[in-house]
């Protein structure tokens, strides 16, 4: 009698081990998986970022070599490009709210969203079969 019940606890010790190891393992490819994904969105963001840099950047020196021309000075032409930057600038920071961190956070929410339906879709299929 007390040799089942040895092997009872060593059976149910050993399925107990191996669900632990399992869903440890699960919870290490759930966080790979959102990890690779927030990388990815980090990543093109940042070359959005990059090429929209460079796109200033030229408009600037169009806008600055265009006024150069007309007023005969590039550098009242470059100055002028100069201060519409700067002033670009202070509403971009006055506005960031609306315009940069609300966006981005409602771009990452909309993300960890449909990550968390698809692991939630997922989860149901398993469980039908």
């Known amino acids: 009698m007390e040799d089942n019940f040895s092997n009872y606890f060593t059976e149910t010790g050993k399925v107990a081990r191996e669900y632990v190891e ?10 790979a998986g ?35 021309e007309m007023v005969n000075s590039f550098t009242i032409g470059f100055s002028c490009a100069a201060g ?18 609300r966006p981005l956070a409602n771009m990452l929410a909309a ?5 968390i339906e698809d692991m939630e879709e997922h989860a149901e299929e398993k469980i039908k079969e």
């Open 22 to 31: 399992t869903r440890l393992n699960l919870i290490k490819y759930q966080a």
């Open 34 to 68: 959102k990890l690779s994904k927030a990388l990815g969105l980090f990543f093109s963001l940042i070359m959005a970022f990059l090429l929209f840099f460079f796109v200033i950047v030229f408009l600037g020196m169009v806008m600055g070599f265009w006024i150069g």
């Open 84 to 101: 519409f930057f700067v002033l670009l600038l202070i509403l971009v920071l006055l506005f960031r709210k609306s315009l940069i961190e």
């Open 111 to 115: 993300e960890l969203i449909d990550e």
